[in-house]
């Protein structure tokens, strides 16, 4: 696609400043890369093909030197959540029309990011602690499943579940589970022996596959229930390590009936634990311990969530898990070098915090991006990587308003998962048209979508 690149500086050359600057950078973007490390930016400038500068994104010969006058877009992600915010406040005075992130992740900041956003004219705010702990409390109300994503503000979903042996859908090809069982979603990838797939009419299910469906929460549950899925959620859950993601996901469980254990071997966190979660039973010991785990309960409890701050620690805990309990498990990585490998010992749902920042910020620079006829509101990775669910607002008249499905001239490896109309989920066939308002989903094999437009030839 002949889209120009926007120019963006971002400040921090950690994991998500790398992940950010080699997916921009791929996509087309001009990127500069600000950082103290001379030799992390060294590292980065052999994988992706930016500038680099050396320095504080806080100063401001630095910025000068980046070019934050002429730049489109600002992103401060290094571990200081007062420095993203001061680096941010600083380049909006460089430049007026500039726009900014800022990544935050202290709870304290919690209540305050409306004020913060309008008082520092800071436009987007993430925290990926907190979104980890969404997508982990989404798939504890929802056990079954893989991962969850959610679109349509909400109304709809996409799933992932593995198929087991000699189910119901198991050599039964899409047309027919289209025309018997699955007519209100859509199937939108398959997954097998290391395979992706976008699944056409003819392509035949198999026990051991990893499917991905689009459908309203309701319609999910319904067929899920008619699969012989478990479609309750879990009554408790055991979280180990007490960082910032078990704060905000505790707190979520809570709220929602759900009982809590964390786990965690710092006694002065523990205090602070128990003072803001009162309703959790904190423990003090060491989560690695499998005498401790016992103790805790591990056998019994209906789902563990491995929240260390260490990748390893973490995957032990989750196959200790699967070992000694039917449990959920969901599972918490940081480091992103190797999904495969990570894939490959199926561990169920693992949640990518980094992924989950890079998607939301990717997200924005695509709006930013696109024309005003339509805009990204969602987008998300899938299949391991190989595909992307992104969601459209339709804003205006186009060459994909008004014309049946069916004559539209859409793209090998694109389908149209949903229309969002006048707040109804539609589950498209040949005859459905989009209209202005709408919000529509597609998945595709292909990356850089930027508008709706993009999924004709």
């Given at each position: 696609m002949n889209k120009v690149g926007l120019k963006i500086v971002i400040v921090g050359c950690g994991k998500v400043g790398r992940t950010l600057t080699v997916r921009l950078t791929d996509e087309g973007h001009n990127i500069v890369m600000i950082d103290k490390s001379e030799e992390r930016l060294e590292d980065m400038q052999k994988n992706a093909d930016c500038m680099i500068l050396q320095g504080s994104g806080s100063s401001h010969e630095t910025l000068e030197e980046?070019?934050?006058s002429e730049a489109?877009?600002?992103?401060?992600?290094?571990?200081?959540?007062?420095?993203?915010?001061?680096?941010?406040?600083?380049?909006?005075?460089?430049?007026?029309?500039?726009?900014?992130?800022?990544?935050?992740?202290?709870?304290?900041?919690?209540?305050?990011?409306?004020?913060?956003?309008?008082?520092?004219?800071?436009?987007?705010?993430?925290?990926?602690?907190?979104?980890?702990?969404?997508?982990?409390?989404?798939?504890?109300?929802?056990?079954?499943?893989?991962?969850?994503?959610?679109?349509?503000?909400?109304?709809?979903?996409?799933?992932?579940?593995?198929?087991?042996?000699?189910?119901?859908?198991d050599g039964k090809d899409i047309a027919y589970l289209g025309k018997h069982i699955t007519n209100n979603l859509v199937i939108v990838g398959v997954e097998r022996d290391g395979e992706v797939f976008i699944p056409n009419g003819s392509f035949v299910l198999k026990g051991g596959d990893i499917i991905s469906f689009v459908s309203s929460r309701k319609v999910c549950l319904q067929f899920l229930k008619s699969i012989g899925f478990n479609t309750k959620a879990v009554r408790d859950t055991l979280i180990i390590g007490g960082g910032k993601s078990a704060f905000y996901l505790a707190d979520q469980l809570l709220k929602s009936g759900i009982s809590v254990r964390i786990?965690?071997?710092?006694?002065?966190?523990?205090?602070?634990?128990?003072?803001?979660?009162?309703?959790?039973?904190?423990?003090?010991?060491d989560g690695i311990d499998a005498t401790f785990l016992e103790e805790a309960g591990i056998a019994d409890t209906d789902s563990l969530v491995a929240l260390t701050g260490i990748d390893?620690?973490?995957?032990?805990?989750?196959?200790?898990?699967?070992?000694?309990?039917?449990?959920?498990?969901?599972?918490?990585?940081?480091?992103?070098?190797?999904?495969?490998?990570?894939?490959?010992?199926?561990?169920g749902s693992v949640i990518y915090p980094k992924y989950i920042t890079a998607e939301t910020i990717i997200t924005y620079v695509r709006?930013?991006?696109?024309?005003?006829?339509?805009?990204?509101?969602?987008?998300?990775?899938?299949?391991?990587?190989?595909?992307?669910?992104?969601?459209?607002?339709?804003?205006?008249?186009?060459?994909?308003?008004?014309?049946?499905?069916?004559?539209?001239?859409?793209?090998?490896?694109v389908i149209v998962s949903f229309i969002s109309h006048n707040g109804k989920l539609i589950i498209p066939t040949g005859n459905d048209k989009i209209s202005v308002g709408d919000n529509v989903m597609i998945v595709t094999t292909q990356k850089g979508f930027t508008e709706l437009q993009d999924i004709l030839r």
């Open positions: 980046a070019g934050v489109d877009l600002f992103i401060a992600v290094t571990d200081s959540d007062e420095l993203n915010l001061l680096c941010c406040t600083i380049a909006k005075q460089f430049n007026g029309n500039i726009s900014t992130i800022a990544r935050v992740r202290d709870p304290d900041y919690g209540n305050e990011i409306p004020y913060l956003r309008s008082r520092l004219g800071i436009d987007m705010i993430i925290n990926p602690e907190f979104e980890a702990a969404v997508e982990a409390a989404r798939l504890l109300f929802l056990p079954a499943a893989i991962s969850i994503n959610t679109f349509a503000h909400g109304s709809a979903e996409l799933i992932k579940i593995k198929l087991p042996m000699d189910n119901m859908l786990i965690e071997k710092d006694a002065r966190r523990c205090e602070y634990l128990s003072t803001v979660l009162p309703k959790a039973t904190i423990l003090n010991g390893e620690e973490n995957i032990m805990l989750t196959l200790h898990a699967k070992n000694v309990s039917h449990a959920k498990v969901v599972t918490k990585i940081n480091r992103i070098t190797f999904t495969k490998v990570i894939n490959s010992l199926n561990l709006a930013k991006q696109a024309s005003i006829g339509s805009n990204v509101e969602v987008m998300y990775q899938l299949l391991d990587g190989n595909a992307e669910a992104v969601e459209f607002k339709v804003k205006e008249e186009s060459s994909v308003v008004g014309v049946a499905l069916k004559d539209l001239a859409i793209k090998n490896n």
